[in-house]
């Protein structure tokens, strides 16, 4: 029996591989009348740089200030994916009726898109290789490579374009 997916996890960061990814999962998503869940996660400083910037403020302020900004920052990044997904459907906006999530969550990517992958049932996990800048290669690249390494669903990677 060939697979039919249900659910497509779909990790974004608005790169333009990301913004690839997003559009292969769109035509899954109308072949397989499956819905849509769209993870963006703002991954945490690095425990070195963490140790730098605390030690240049006052004891305590950079937890409070990110516990200020965290719910405004998903807020934001939230509407954004939104505003993306509108934007990139505009011609078909019956497609915006497949996506359930538009989800924000901070912390380590990996752990996050299967941890989320794993809570939405995703039968397919649908995100870029990597994007052009050094920066974005590490991260994205990296991610793209662990997770598909880790997961126990099926991960679809796009290539850069």
């Known amino acids: ?24 999962a769109i035509m899954l998503a109308r072949h397989n009348d499956s819905r849509l869940h769209l993870l963006h996660v703002i991954p945490e400083v690095d425990a070195a740089m963490r140790s730098y910037i605390e030690a240049m403020l006052v004891k305590g302020s950079l937890d409070r200030f990110e516990h200020g900004h965290e719910d405004k920052a998903r807020e934001t990044l939230q509407d954004e994916l939104k505003s993306f997904a509108a934007r990139e459907l505009a011609d078909h906006p019956e497609d915006l009726n497949r996506i359930d999530t ?11 898109i299967l941890q989320t992958a794993e809570r939405v049932d995703a039968d397919v996990v649908v995100m870029g290789a990597h994007s052009k800048g050094q ?16 997961s126990v669903r099926p991960v679809l990677v796009i290539p850069f374009s």
């Open 102 to 112: 538009f989800e924000v969550l901070h912390g380590n990517p990996i752990t996050q």
């Open 1 to 24: 029996m060939l697979p039919h997916y249900q659910h497509i996890l779909v990790p974004m960061d608005l790169s333009p591989n990301s913004i690839q990814a997003f559009k292969h």
């Open 135 to 150: 920066l974005e290669y590490a991260f994205l690249g990296r991610t793209a490579e662990k997770v598909l390494r880790k």
